[in-house]
């Protein structure tokens, strides 16, 4: 099958995962109990995909110290993000504190996933034109992590009260964000193919261990009296994404 039409099927169903994936907060009405539990297990998604998939397979693609140096670039990064856009919505911080920080924590994971959603384009349009095999190995394992990675965002924007139709809209453009990069690789396919493949995976795992760690965390624990089962399931998401890594090694191999 030509190149082009391998990656136009791979990135229906990788949007058709998306929008299934991220719909699913949105069917029927949750508590805010349900949301923070929700959460929890967001938290341990991004917690294990940072620990388990992203900074080991960075460091294993460069050299350590630059490797974590990346890491933390990712970190301080989305930090930055993040003062900015509480800076700029001051105003309704000061009314609405609640609210906003849900929002903020929306925003931040939207940040963090969408730079993890185009390095996997770019490795699906490098991987579809070097060859059919490596191009499927590839899109299996971006398949089998991006309807959690969806979940896990679309409860955050329930529990930043964002309304149906409004979450949907954003889950649609961002389930666009990985085909988009597979198709922009096309044309730089030389110059993809001489980046370390580490360095985009560093920059992830910063990304995600911010959103997991200083944004989801606290709101998964924001009721004491769920806190052990808060604890269950953040334990719960990252043995999800160490199942996952599993499963990616033995497709790698």
């Known amino acids: 099958m030509e190149p082009w039409l391998l990656l136009a099927a791979y990135s229906a169903m990788i949007i058709v995962v998306s929008l299934l994936g991220g719909s699913l907060p949105f069917l029927g009405r949750w508590t805010s109990n349900q949301?923070?539990?929700?959460?929890?297990?967001?938290?341990?998604?991004?917690?294990?995909?940072?620990?388990?998939?992203?900074?080991?397979?960075?460091?294993?693609?460069?050299?350590?110290?630059?490797?974590?140096?990346?890491?933390?670039?990712?970190?301080?990064?989305?930090?930055?993000?993040?003062?900015?856009?509480q800076h700029r919505h001051q105003d309704e911080c000061d009314d609405h504190t609640v609210e906003h920080s849900h929002s903020l924590t929306s925003t931040t994971a939207f940040i963090g996933l969408s730079v993890h959603s185009v390095m996997d384009g770019f490795a699906l349009g490098v991987a579809v034109v070097l060859g059919e095999e490596i191009g499927t190995v590839v899109f299996l394992a971006i398949l089998a992590h991006k309807a959690i990675d969806v979940f896990s965002l679309s409860t955050t924007f329930r529990l930043a009260d964002i309304d149906k139709r409004r979450g949907l809209k954003y889950m649609l453009l961002f389930s666009l964000i990985t085909p988009i990069a597979a198709a922009f690789a096309f044309p730089f396919i030389d110059w993809l193919e001489g980046i370390e493949l580490g360095?985009?995976?560093?920059?992830?795992?910063?990304?995600?261990?911010?959103?997991?760690?200083?944004?989801?965390?606290?709101?998964?624990?924001?009721?004491?009296?769920?806190?052990?089962?808060?604890?269950?399931?953040?334990?719960?998401?990252i043995a999800t994404m160490y199942g996952l890594s599993l499963v990616l090694h033995t497709a790698g191999h």
């Open 35 to 85: 949301l923070h539990m929700m959460t929890a297990l967001s938290a341990g998604v991004f917690i294990g995909a940072t620990f388990l998939i992203l900074v080991p397979h960075a460091v294993e693609a460069m050299d350590i110290e630059q490797a974590l140096m990346l890491v933390m670039v990712g970190f301080v990064a989305i930090l930055l993000a993040e003062i900015i856009i």
């Open 199 to 237: 360095i985009p995976l560093a920059l992830a795992g910063g990304t995600f261990m911010y959103v997991g760690i200083y944004d989801l965390l606290p709101e998964a624990f924001h009721e004491e009296h769920t806190q052990y089962k808060a604890f269950a399931l953040v334990v719960l998401g």
